[in-house]
Structure formats: C-alpha cells, structure tokens
C-alpha cells in the first residue's frame, strides 16, 4: 500500500480552468456527467466521491463516512416552509491526504453540479477537521477513517487486521453531535474524558474513560455493534475507567503524539474579483482587519470577504462569465495563501443569499 502524504494547504490551487487538471476531467466526462443523472431531484442527501478524476456514487450506509485520503461531493436538497421550489447546497469535502488532483476535480465538479442545477446551489469548500456547521448539520456523527481510494484501501479479513484506534467525542461546536475519528493506533492519544475503540480485528475494545459522558458510551457502543455486525466471530470488551496502564493497551504505540499549537484566527477583509481593466483580478477593497460593509458589494464584480472564521464568495447579478467561472478558484486560492487555510468557503448569488451570509452584516 502507498503510504499518503498529509496535505499541506498552503501548496494547493484550484486554477482549474484551462489547467491540465480542467482538460484531463473535461476528456474524461466527455460532454455529459453521468453521476449527475437524478441528482436534486428530491429533497435529501446525496454523495459522490472522486476517484482517478471520475465521480463515483458513495454507498448511502456509508453516508457520514469519510476517508482522510479522499475528496467527495456532498448535494443537500431541501424546500423552504410553504413552498414547493427545491433548494440545494452543494459542497465539497477535501481530506487531509487527498491529493492535488482529487481536490481540484472536487471543486471543478461542484461548479459543473452548480452549472448542471441551473445556478441555483450555494456552493461551499470544507476542509477536514474544520467542517462548517451547516455541513455537520447533515449527519448525526460524522466518521473520519484513515485510507482512501488513491491508496488501494481495502476491507481486509479481521484475523489480518492492523490495530486501529478511534477516538469518539462530542463536537466541540456542537455538543448534540458526534464524531469518531481514526488516530494513530498510539496509546498517547487515550484520555479520561472521551472514548476509544481499539480495534484487532477479531478482538475490539471499547475505552472509556473516567470522565467520558453516557452519550459518548452510547455511540462507541454503537459503532462496535456495526463493526461486529460485519465480521460475525470478533468480540467487544469493555474496559470502563481502567486506567491506561492495562494490558489490553499493550496493542498500541508508545511513541509520543505531535503536540499542535492553538489555531491562528482569520484576519477580516473585502476584496472584488473583476476584468475592469482588461486582466481578471482580485484587488482590495478594505485594509487587512477591516470586513467592510454590505453597501460596499459591487453588482458588477465577484466579491469575496473574509469574516475571519468564513470565507464568502458574493457574485453580482451583472458579473461576467469569466469572473463567475473564477469565483471560487479565487475564492479557494487567495484563503490558501493566508495563516488559515482551512476556513471554509461559501458561494451564493446577490438576491438569494442564505441567511448565514445576512447574518454577517446583522451580528
């Protein structure tokens, strides 16, 4: 198997068109997606995941399932209050180990998605570990398992199965929801107040630590029973408060985990993407720290503002097709180029912003 590289964000860049990337996904896609037949016909979720520049439908099971060495698509269509008119959200979710070509034929596909639905999506980026809320809101647990298409992933026989280690907690955001991520399998990672699954194949072993809450037993409870469910001979062992000296333990690493520093914040600022002076680029509208105002949006151009936690890509109803092609190219390259390149990214059209991007201006 291929060992993955983790993704630095900082190298990435989505000048999809007239790219090598954009011709290779255009020559293989030929004229039609097939992906997209049926796609926001009717309320609910749909996914995709990108595999060798080709979209390929992800299993519903599997829905709320993610390998960090992959990038998907994510179509969420729903209906106001009152009204028949079907809505969309699209995004698109980069793993940490999906490499250049999955993440740049994601973004291209999100806006043929968009092209496809008439315009009418809110298209968004999502970065693993930092998913915004709305795209959480989707799934009552989000799992974050290691592997990936790229690296020849398999299911392999539990009696050959390389000690894994998830970590199941409470979203920091949102404490109704869950998340279990796959960690290295190293016992640096155990701490008293969440749960662990230790996972040997034919033997899993449920951690929970002295101070892990009763939803948080519930739901490693739960994804042991799924587990097991597949496998038919391996068996669950609880180990409740044992401490971390325990001999089953013994499966995991003793090498220390990387400590990483707290997380810089996003420095606020407006920008127009826009052709005015015959080359498309992005100039400032507001100094660094300044979000600026909603009466300074330009119909005429793409705007992009950077409130420091989201970045939104605002298109003026009179904006050109090059700058709406670009839009979200710009979007994604400029917050790369920043000390927070994991910010997520929205794209919505002037008249028919979501209320998230209102609220920026109403807080």
Known sequence: MQKQKEYDWKDS?????????????KKDSACTEPAWKNAGSKVGIQIWRIVKFKVTHWQKDQYGEFFNGDSYIILNTYKEADSDELLYDVHFWIGKKSTQDEYGTAAYKTVELDTFLD???????????????????????????????ET???RVMPEVYETRLLHVFKDETNKKKMQVVEVSAKKAHLNDKDVFII?????LYQYNGKHCSHDEKYKGSTEIGKIISSRGK?????LDGVGFDHDALNCLSPDPVKEKGPLPEGVPQMFAVSDADGSLDMDPITEEGDMGTRDQLRTGDVMIINTGKHVWCWVGNEANIDER???????????????????????????????????????
């Not at 860049?13 to 996904?25: H, I, P």
């Not at 996972?199 to 033997?203: E, S, V």
């Not at 391996?234 to 609880?238: E, G, N, P, R, S």
């Open 199 to 203: 996972d040997k194949g034919l033997d």
């Open 325 to 363: 092609l670009n839009a979200l190219s710009y979007a994604c390259n400029y917050i790369n180029t920043t000390d927070t390149p994991w910010l997520a990214v929205s794209v919505c059209q002037e008249g028919k912003e979501p209320a998230e991007f209102n609220a920026i201006w109403n807080a």
């Open 234 to 238: 391996a068996k669950k062992h609880v």
């Open 13 to 25: 860049n989505l000048a999809l068109f007239g790219s090598d990337t954009e011709k290779k996904v």
């Open 119 to 149: 315009d009418k999506p809110v298209q968004h980026r999502e970065v693993q570990g930092h998913e915004s809320a709305k795209f959480k809101s989707y799934f009552g647990t989000i799992t974050i398992l290691k592997g990936g298409a």
């Open 152 to 154: 020849g992933f398999r």
